[in-house]
């Protein structure tokens, strides 16, 4: 399987700062989303799954601070955010950090300052690089070079679709992964292909990695969403 990138979602208006943005995150190894105005982030974000959203301040049909203030309150409310805005005074810093935001960038942005706070705020929330070696959670280390999963030492027989399942969930932990995610980025299917199998082998893995709480971490159904693997 070829291990799929994190995806980093782009909230912005303006056409060529958002081309501009997505090549440097691209060529950094990072899948991207663009988003043109507010409406249509509402309207795909359910059927795309991101691991950090950029976002804009001054939409054509609303504001970053709706959004971020709509993310907090939503079932996926720990999505990392910074803002990518021209506004740059110490009392719009301050507000769009106290709705919500990880992290503050003024338009134009710089290429290796966005990258490296990009990376920083995906570490802070735990979130790894797909292709990383090791990754640690609590009993739980996912390995891999050796494609194996251990809890207190102990590695779990795992076939290797259950393990590029689980590696995908434990990279996201703590955040909603529809199935339609999970069918594209781990069977390399459509949308439209039936989301049964993806039930299946979920409850399979729950029940081989002792996913229900006794180690910490549970994996949950989130109804009409998808599934969450969250700490107990």
């Known amino acids: 399987m070829n291990v799929p990138a994190l995806a980093i979602g782009i909230v912005e208006d303006d056409p060529d700062l958002a081309d501009i943005v997505m090549a440097w995150l691209e060529g950094a190894g990072y899948s991207v989303r663009v988003y043109r105005n507010a409406t249509e982030y509402r309207r795909r974000q359910g059927e795309e799954a991101v691991d950090l959203l950029l976002l804009d301040w001054n939409l054509p049909d609303g504001t970053g601070i709706e959004i971020v203030e709509a993310v907090r309150a939503s079932r996926n ?19 769009a950090l106290g709705c919500g935001g990880d992290d503050y960038l003024v338009k134009p942005p710089k290429q ?30 996912i390995d891999m070079s050796r494609r194996r999963i251990s809890i207190n030492g102990g590695e779990i027989e795992l076939t290797q679709r259950e393990f590029d399942l689980a590696n995908y969930l434990f990279r996201r932990q703590g955040r909603i992964v529809s199935r339609d995610a999970l069918l594209k980025n781990v069977w390399n299917l459509h949308a439209d292909v039936s989301t049964r199998t993806v ?7 729950r029940k081989k990695l002792d996913l229900g709480g006794e180690h910490g971490w549970r994996l949950a159904a989130i109804y009409q969403h998808g599934y969450r693997l969250e700490p107990v």
Request: charged share 35%.
């Open 112 to 141: 290796r300052e966005l990258l490296a706070r990009v990376g920083a705020v995906l570490r802070r929330h735990g979130i790894e690089r797909d292709g990383e070696a090791t990754l640690e959670l609590g009993p739980y280390r």
């Open 77 to 95: 409310a720990r999505l990392p955010v910074i803002f990518l805005t021209a506004r740059d005074s110490e009392d719009d810093i301050v507000q």
């Open 199 to 205: 039930d299946t082998h979920v409850s399979r893995l």
